[in-house]
Structure formats: structure tokens, C-alpha cells
């Protein structure tokens, strides 16, 4: 790990490299048992408890989502000898399967997200993966990009969890040539998926990755809490997630949103955890006036509470760096190339602090 160096992405991974060596990106749809109501009652064909989910938990029909897949040139889904490992990268509050595609541009008529994974895969960087770009909202009304705190679809974002794990996953290592395979629950099927799995998000959803997947809170709006809001912002915490490391080894937060937990709620979810993070990639622009504050207090005692149950933890500051792609695009650039490693290369713990 530690002869990889955290650079600012170069400027040649955002052009396109030659055709034959170009991913390429479908939409593809699938089926959601696990998601909030117009009722804001979490819907799900599990045994959750209303303890865990916070809520009134209901059976119901099951609804339909979109997601964006990328796959890398020479991918055959006919050539049953070759796999792929997964990285799951999720979009902010107004955006949804499409952001890291259409809102971050084009170069040569490519989308830059694509021209990315294309060159550190065509320059060895990284070995050949699969990316899924998911809606993050677990809601009836997935579709809808307001930003609302009373809406079912903000509430959407803090369960996204339970889709991910029993909807989305299943259905991706079902239907694509994944190296993981979620059907095996033995604990050696555990450790060997988890290693194939990675999971970042920009903005809100680097709060889901943090809240969602290492362990954090759930929020919903005051007007149904009847609390008070900490940030200002008409949402309060409720419930404690119980976190995803059993399925992802890898954690990547970009910008993480204002309702991102603490770092002392983080390292005491991973503390508490029957598995080890092997790395965790926290970025964002020293001038992002909307999540400089939730970066830093999502550091803060993390590493303290965690102890030996995290790997290499990147800090990464990029000077004069806001809200924006140029930071979400290195945060991808320098996540992909510290995953899916060997992994004796995770087994030290310690912090790696960098500024760009």
C-alpha cells in the first residue's frame, strides 16, 4: 500500500483512450423488496425488526429501480473463466444513478468517469472491475431529486442499506461475472466476498457510506421526530445502523454530507464488528464550505475507537478544493487504485495523511 502515492488524477485519464480499449455503460433495471412507503413505513420481504429499522416495518409490493453498470472492454458474458470484482460508487442528494456519468461531463465525447476507469485499467493500474452506479433513495418515489427534508425520498437515502444488501447485490452477482457471490453465507464465503466488494460515495453518499456501511445513524425529518435538529437543517438522528463490513472490506467518502456520523460512532461501529476494514479513503476540498465541517468531525476519534479493527486510513485534503467533481474524480482515481489489493497489504493499521 504504501508504494502507492495519492496524486491528483492525471490529466490524460480524463481523455478517452483508443475504442477497442473503452468500457462500456447500460442501464439496467431490477426489483426492490426493501424500501420506505408513502406511509414512511420501511417495506421489506425480511425479518427486520421495528427496533432495528426505526420504524414500522410492513410487507408490500415490490417496486422497480434503475441502476448504471459499467463494464470494462473484452467484458463476455459468455466467457464463464474470467471474474470481476465490484465497486459500488453512489451519488449526492440531487443527483441519482446518472451523476457520476451526465453531471461530471464529457471529454471526447465520453463520459470522464468512463475515460477514467478506462485508463487505469488500459495502463495497469488497476485489474479490469465491474462499477455499479446506483440510485441511493430506498423510496417509493425514487425518482424524485428534491431536496426535501419531509420527503419519503430524502428519508429514502438513510435506508438504502437493506436494498443494497437483500435487492441490489443479489441481483448484480446474479446476473454479472462477480468474483463475489453473496449466496455463499459460510464464514469463509464471508471473507472471501467482502475482499471483492468496495463501496464510495460523493456527498450524500459518502454519508451512506460512512452511516450505511461502516455504522452510523439513521436521520428522518423533526417534523416526525419531534426532536430538534443539530444541524439546522429539519433532520435529526434516530435509530443506529448496524453497519456492512460483512459485505464490503473497502469504504470510500467523498465530501461526506453534514449528517455523516461521528467519528466516535464510526470507530465503535467497527470496533464492535466481527470484521476488520481493510481501508478506509475519506477526501474533501480544505474549501468546501457545505462538508469541510462533517469531514473533520467524522474524523475525529474514529481511529481512537476502531483500534485494530481498521486498515490503512487515508486522510486526503484537496487544497483550494470545493464541493465538486475535481475532488470526487481524484477521490475515485486514488480509491480504485488502493483496492482489491493483496491483502497482507491491509494488515498494518495507520493513518496516511496527504494534501494535494
Not at 38 to 61: F, K, M, P, Y
Not at 208 to 218: D, E, F, P, S
Amino acid at each position: 500500500m504504501r508504494d502507492i502515492k495519492v496524486t491528483a488524477v492525471p490529466a490524460e485519464y480524463l481523455r478517452s483512450v483508443n475504442q477497442e480499449l473503452q468500457g462500456t455503460i447500460e442501464e439496467v433495471s431490477y426489483e426492490v423488496s426493501n424500501y420506505i412507503n408513502i406511509s414512511r413505513q420501511l417495506v421489506t420481504d425480511r425479518n427486520i425488526a421495528i427496533s432495528e429499522a426505526g420504524r414500522e416495518v410492513v410487507s408490500g409490493d415490490t417496486i422497480w429501480k434503475q441502476c448504471n453498470v459499467y463494464l470494462p472492454a473484452g467484458y463476455d458474458p459468455n466467457d464463464t473463466a474470467v471474474k470481476y470484482n465490484v465497486l459500488y460508487l453512489l451519488h449526492g442528494v440531487g443527483g441519482n444513478q446518472f451523476e457520476w456519468l451526465s453531471s461530471n461531463g464529457k471529454v471526447d465525447e465520453r463520459f470522464i468517469i468512463c475515460n477514467l476507469f478506462d485508463n487505469l485499467i488500459a495502463k495497469g493500474d488497476i485489474e479490469p472491475l465491474i462499477v455499479v452506479f446506483p440510485n441511493g433513495r430506498s423510496a417509493h418515489d425514487w425518482m424524485d431529486s428534491s431536496f426535501t427534508t419531509e420527503g419519503t425520498n430524502m428519508l429514502g437515502f438513510y435506508y438504502f442499506d437493506y436494498e443494497l444488501r437483500y435487492d441490489l447485490i443479489p441481483f448484480i452477482e446474479s446476473n454479472y461475472k462477480t468474483y463475489a457471490d453473496i449466496t455463499d453465507t459460510s464464514p469463509e464465503g464471508i471473507l472471501y466476498n467482502r475482499a471483492h466488494r468496495a463501496i464510495a460515495g460523493l456527498s450524500m453518499g459518502g454519508m451512506q457510506a460512512l452511516n450505511l456501511i461502516v455504522g452510523g445513524y439513521r436521520y428522518d425529518s423533526t417534523r416526525f421526530t419531534g426532536t430538534e435538529s443539530s444541524w439546522n437543517n429539519g433532520l435529526d438522528q434516530t435509530v443506529l445502523t448496524s453497519g456492512m463490513i460483512d459485505l464490503f472490506a473497502y469504504v470510500g467518502a467523498f465530501s461526506n454530507a453534514p449528517t455523516s456520523s461521528g467519528g466516535n460512532v464510526l470507530g465503535a461501529s467497527l470496533a464492535s464488528s466481527d470484521h476488520k476494514l481493510q481501508l478506509l479513503y475519506m477526501t474533501c476540498g480544505d474549501a468546501d464550505g457545505v462538508a469541510i465541517t462533517s469531514y473533520a468531525k467524522s474524523i475525529e476519534g474514529l481511529i481512537d475507537q476502531a483500534g485494530n479493527h481498521l486498515g490503512p486510513y487515508y486522510q486526503v485534503l484537496m487544497k483550494d478544493g470545493f464541493h465538486d467533481f475535481k475532488v470526487w474524480n481524484n477521490g475515485a482515481y486514488n480509491f480504485s487504485r488502493l483496492i482489491f489489493r493483496n491483502s497482507d497489504e491491509y494488515a498494518e493499521s495507520g493513518v496516511v495523511q496527504e494534501t494535494l
